[in-house]
């Protein structure tokens, strides 16, 4: 089967990159993103593309090129699964506030909601495909509500989970280390497969697109975020152990690096891990293992978790204990806010908890990020029903300019790794703060020594 129309549900951080760049790879197939966010879809029409939802670097200049020429941004879901042949699934699966599985599971309503919606719209065949990050067998779920429709018409499900850095997404779209598709493997899954191999095809070599059963496909997604951050967690149990001993974890990192059957990614020590997928994906790995009663599995993942919550409480806590015991009324000047750097995405943050504990303690914060607004920044803090809305606004405010952030302040926190904080005029900016002034630097971003000549009192984690 040749592929002419894909829709894809969900205008998110994963559907909106994911399409554009098919939609600029494949000219010759109609890509429509559908979604019922009239404010998301509105952005992702903007005739400046400066102003669409997601930030990415290099983004803009994709969309631009094939907006309105084969990618198309629309609300009305129906007419788009009606059309095509193949249909991406990439909704929010967030982990369950309630019930069963509450704090662990994966919440897959809209999931579901999905899988009724092109029940329900479908005339004729479809490829259905899980890009969410999704719990095993989820797709069997997803097959017994479309196979009970009544009215004929036959889908195969296939797992196509992404493998995006947020900051990167584009150039890991454009040269992914691998593709990844999963299906069923009878006659009518391989051809399923085999279309969306084609896909993919316009511009990744074959060899990079392995194809597996449905199982393999949605536990592989779990797994490879599972080790990732199993890695961030390890570099940064051991940074508290540097700071006791004398040792410079950057040191550690380095060596341990070298080893080629170890590598240097992901072994920057930091004040914690945050965005969308790592604390969910393996909280739901924690959930199935202990759904299947491997306790001891269960227990080893969520140790990844425990160790996360630990670097984030540690980080605000030495805030408070380096300041005397007492930030009550203190300017506490955070620079950035977004879960890493390039990108506009807070979910998850350091900042937000780390923000959320020196609140409890009466601090004033003041937030500067170059990609996130006040209205995302009170929201994040909203979100954890910590205190009233009021409460929130009278402990922070958010400036669009850092030299105003940090004036008068007594300590800066810097919570994002954002390049542009090493080419600050920090001499202007410690003569403007409070003394003794202190640099909290839990990103290891910045030059200590450099800003220890100047005046600062510096720390950074690990060291």
Known sequence: MKITKICCIGAGYVGGPTMAVIAQ??????????????????????PNVDNIPVYEPGLGAIVAEAR???????????????????????????????????????????????????????????IVVEKSTLPVRTAEAIKSILDHTGNGVQFQILS?????????????????DRVLIGG???????????????????????DRILTTNVWSSELSKLTANAFLAQRVSSINALSELCEKTGADVNEVARAIGMDSRIGPKFLKASVGFGGSCFQKDI????????????????DYWEQVIIMNDHQKRRFAKNIVSTLYNTISGKKIAFLGWAFKKDTNDT??????????????????????????????????????????????KQGITVFENPYEACQNAHAIAILTEWDEFKNYDWQRIYDHMQKPAFIFDGRNVLDGRKLADIGFVYQGIGS
Not at 160 to 176: I, K, R, S, W
Not at 349 to 354: K, L, N, Q, Y
Not at 360 to 378: F, G, M, R, T
């Open 25 to 46: 790879k494949c000219p010759d197939i109609k890509v429509t993103v559908v979604d019922l966010n009239e404010e998301r879809i509105a952005a992702w029409n903007d």
């Open 184 to 206: 069923d493997a009878s006659e009518e899954g391989k051809k399923a497969i085999q279309a969306l191999v084609d896909v993919y095809s316009n511009w990744v070599s074959e």
């Open 347 to 392: 979910r998850e943050s350091a900042a937000i908890f780390v923000a959320d504990d020196l609140l409890n303690e009466q601090a004033q914060i003041a937030v500067y990020d170059p990609k996130v607004s006040e209205k995302q920044v009170l929201c994040d803090l909203d979100y954890l029903e910590t205190r009233t809305t009021e409460k929130n």
């Open 283 to 298: 909280l739901n790995l924690v959930y199935i293992a202990k759904s299947y009663g491997l306790h001891e599995v269960a």
């Open 68 to 126: 309105g020429r084969n990618l198309f941004f629309s609300t009305d879901v129906e007419r788009a699964i009606d059309e095509a042949q193949l249909i991406f699934i990439s909704v929010n699966t967030p982990t369950k506030t309630y019930g069963s599985g509450k704090g662990m599971a994966a919440d897959l309503k809209y999931i579901e909601l999905c899988a009724r919606q092109i029940a329900k719209i479908a005339k004729d065949d479809k």
């Open 160 to 176: 196509n989970p992404e493998f995006l850095a947020e900051g990167t997404a584009v150039q890991d779209l454009l040269h992914p």
